[in-house]
């Protein structure tokens, strides 16, 4: 049996446990649209700080702008394709 490398935390660079990332879906659309960010990857410690301490800022503001990327990936997609629906039925 191979064991993985381990992945280190995004902060700290210790071992890492958790893998946290934000999933952004648009409701009352069928098919559902999705969209992720990007993957942080935190040990014990650090998921901690960042779900309990504001002195965890400089986290939170990368979690910030991976929703924030998502959401604006997400949305370009729907506009595009409320874009391509409407000259269809032109």
Do not use: H, W
Not at 8 to 33: F, T
Not at 65 to 75: R, V
Request: charged share 20%; with cysteine; glycine share 2%.
């Amino acid at each position: 049996m191979r064991t993985a490398n381990p992945k280190r935390c995004s902060c700290c660079s210790r071992a890492a446990q958790y893998s946290v990332a934000c999933i952004v879906s648009v409701l009352g659309i069928s098919p559902r649209q999705q969209k992720c960010s990007r993957v942080f990857l935190l040990c014990a410690q650090c998921i901690r700080e960042v779900s309990t301490s504001a002195s965890a800022a400089e986290v939170s503001s990368e979690l910030r702008n991976a929703l924030k990327d998502a959401y604006t990936a997400l949305n370009c997609r729907s506009a595009s394709d409320s874009a391509s629906l409407n000259k269809k039925s032109e």
